[in-house]
Structures are given as structure tokens and as C-alpha cells.
């Protein structure tokens, strides 16, 4: 079976975790400081601040912006379920852009949705590719909207030279799946020196110092096991990005020219950390996408469809007033067409020759 996913662990994470066994010191302590500094010297912060999860960054860093109820926050309809859960989770009221044809929230149609409401724009960098963070600037203009990054997908990423996660704030997500992982772990990436204070303050329940109570806070805390973890997995991200990278770009060729199938492919000035290898599978090609990837999975070839619909498109949400029925049909339209293939670090050229074999047998 080729996985969808694995991760890259080896012996340097093995003699991190176990020095931390050793310590004696399990939560919370200089190791996760190790990683928070990794993190901020790549993404180039001054500020880098670990949770628990990315999930709770998201949730933390709306929070740390004040963003609450009677606030909107425009995001993208093609994203996990956490980008928006986190938006309803703190009271704010979502809103959503539809996509371009880099699947992320498209700045052109982001102007006009800026309202008096607005308090932040939540772009996704979906699939390890950065949204078009210059024209997302370039739409907000003078108008007092923070930015908050969905980049729990991809550490690594460059718009414009500049690493995602510091356009704004920053929300890096260390699930098991993810380029860099911990297992479950988050991020939050700010150059905003109260922004950092106050996730501090909620992190640890609230306290600026000990048993000083600032405000009702969260146990968002990470462990020193995860940040042992992370530490050693930061010193591999340039190793999984050239990887990842490489892969995609023997995909690409190999997949090259198949009759109803759109490859990935990098926007100009913009760096792809391949997270995902998502392509589209339109009615011209040879079998639907649906059947493409039972034929896949038949031949052991794990692949994932992300996302099946936009992701407000489903009763919970509907039956939720401030998501209502938005109207995303290029999001729509995605989610009936992509297809999620192999890419990880672990691939080997013998694996991705069977996908491509797989791919024109079925396609050709
Ligand atoms: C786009 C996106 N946002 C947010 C999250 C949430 O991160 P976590 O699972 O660490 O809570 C994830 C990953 O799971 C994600 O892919």
C-alpha cells in the first residue's frame, strides 16, 4: 500500500523524546522555547507562541484580536472544518470569498466583500500553497481588518520571498499528517508584541503570572514530548520541502498531458510545499473522479478527496444563522472534482512510478 500520508521520524527525534523523559520535566518547559524558536527564525517572526493544536491557534489568535461576537470574518469556503469552527467557536460571524484556481480564497473578489463589519480576513494556504497574499493586502488597503493566516498546511511556504505566517498573524497546525508534526500540536507566528502577550495569557488559563488572572483563559499548553518532537522535525523541513517538491515535479511530468485532468502547478512568485498533490478530475476525463479513486485504492494506491463540498455545506452549519447559505460555486465545483495523491517524503521513484502507471491506465 502506498499511504497518503507518513511521517519522517528517525533516530534524532528518538534522542529528543527520550531526553525529555529523562528531564523529568514533561510540560510546558525549555524545549518547547527550542521549538518556538525554530518556528520563529523560519517563519521570521518575532514572536512564536505554541498551543496544543492548530485548531486552537486559529481559535486563540481571533481571540487575541478582539474578534467576537457582531465581528466578520471573511475566510475561504475550501478549507477544513477547523477555519470555521474556530470563527463560530469565539462568536464572530463567517463570511466567505470564493476560490481561484489555486484553490485558495480569490483576492479579487475580496473587496467588495469587505464590509463595516469586518474585523479580520482569514486566508487558507490550502494544500502547502500560499494564497496571493500581495493582492489580499491590496484589496484590504487602508481599512482597519487584521489578517489571520490559515497556515496550518504550509510551514515553509514563501509568497513574494516572504514565509507564510508573517503577513500576519501566523496559525500553524503539527497534526500527524502534516509536513512538520508532533503528533497534534499549533503555532501562533505575530510580529504584535501584545498579540504574543495575550496568547500567553490565554495559553495558561488566563494567568500573566501566577495566579494573576487576567481574564478567563484555556489550557492550550503543548507538552515538552511534542516539542522534542518538533524540534527535531524543524531540523528536517528543508530536507521534506526539497522532497516534497521533487516528488510533485515527477508527478507532474509523468502525469503530463492526460485528457481531462489539471495537474497542480506553482503561481509565479509564490513557493508550493506540496502538503497535498491535488488534481482535478473534470467530465472530460476518460472515468470519474469518484471511480478514479476506488480504481486507485484497488491497485493499493491511498489518495484523499479534500474537500468533498464547500465547508459550510452541511445541515449543522445551515441550520446555524450566521453561516446561513452562502453561494461558492467555484468551491462547489472543486469539491466534486480534486483528488489528493501521494506526495510524502517517503515516496520512493518506484512509488511514483506506479502512480503514474495507475493514473494512465485508468485515464489513458
Ligand atoms: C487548513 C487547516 N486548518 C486548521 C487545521 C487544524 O489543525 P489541528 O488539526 O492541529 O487542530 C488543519 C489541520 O488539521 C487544517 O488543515
Redesign the pocket.
Known amino acids: 500500500m502506498i499511504a497518503i500520508s507518513a511521517p519522517v521520524i528517525g533516530e534524532l527525534e528518538e534522542k529528543l523524546v527520550l531526553e525529555v523523559l529523562r528531564s523529568g520535566r514533561l510540560a510546558q518547559g525549555p524545549m518547547v522555547e527550542r521549538f518556538e524558536d525554530d518556528v520563529r527564525l523560519v517563519v521570521g517572526t518575532r514572536h512564536a507562541v505554541a498551543v496544543a493544536?492548530?485548531?486552537?491557534a486559529?481559535i486563540a489568535s481571533l481571540l487575541a484580536h478582539g474578534i467576537g461576537a457582531g465581528d466578520e470574518v471573511i475566510t475561504s469556503p475550501f478549507?477544513?472544518v477547523?477555519?470555521l469552527n474556530a470563527i463560530l467557536h469565539v462568536g464572530a460571524t463567517p463570511r466567505f470569498v470564493d476560490i481561484g484556481s489555486d484553490f485558495n480564497l480569490d483576492p479579487g473578489q475580496l473587496s467588495a466583500a469587505i464590509g463595516s463589519a469586518t474585523r479580520a480576513i482569514l486566508p487558507?494556504h490550502?494544500f502547502g500553497c500560499p494564497a496571493d497574499m500581495s493582492r489580499i493586502a491590496a484589496a484590504i488597503g487602508d481599512r482597519d481588518v487584521v489578517v489571520v493566516e490559515?497556515a496550518?498546511?504550509s510551514l515553509g511556504a514563501t509568497a513574494e520571498g516572504r514565509p507564510v505566517g508573517s503577513f500576519g498573524t501566523g496559525c500553524f497546525?503539527?497534526?500527524a499528517t502534516?509536513n512538520v508534526t508532533t503528533g497534534?500540536?499549533?503555532m501562533v507566528t505575530t510580529d504584535d508584541e501584545d498579540v504574543a502577550a495575550t496568547l500567553r495569557v490565554l495559553r495558561h488559563q488566563g494567568q500573566r503570572g501566577r495566579y494573576e488572572y487576567e481574564r478567563p483563559g484555556f489550557n492550550l499548553r503543548m507538552t515538552e514530548l511534542q516539542a522534542a518532537l518538533g524540534v527535531a522535525q524543524m531540523s528536517r523541513l528543508p530536507d521534506i520541502v526539497a522532497s516534497r517538491r521533487l516528488n510533485a515535479g515527477a508527478l507532474t511530468e509523468g502525469l503530463a498531458g492526460i485528457e481531462g485532468i489539471t495537474l497542480p502547478s506553482e503561481p509565479p512568485g509564490r513557493t508550493h510545499v506540496y502538503h497535498q498533490y491535488t488534481i482535478r478530475v473534470s467530465s472530460e476525463a476518460r472515468i470519474t473522479r469518484d471511480r478514479l479513486a476506488a480504481r486507485l485504492r484497488g491497485e493499493g494506491i491511498e489518495c484523499g478527496v479534500y474537500y468533498p463540498r464547500p465547508v459550510f455545506d452541511y445541515a449543522c452549519f445551515a441550520a446555524e444563522p450566521r453561516v446561513g447559505a452562502p453561494s461558492t460555486p467555484a468551491a462547489a465545483a472543486a469539491g466534486r472534482e480534486v483528488l489528493s495523491l501521494p506526495v510524502h517524503p517517503q515516496l520512493t521513484e518506484h512509488d511514483v512510478s506506479r502512480i503514474v502507471e495507475a493514473m494512465r491506465s485508468a485515464l489513458a
Open positions: 493544536n492548530g485548531t486552537d486559529l478549507t477544513f477547523a477555519t487558507v490550502l490559515d496550518a498546511q497546525s503539527f497534526y502534516k497534534e500540536g499549533g
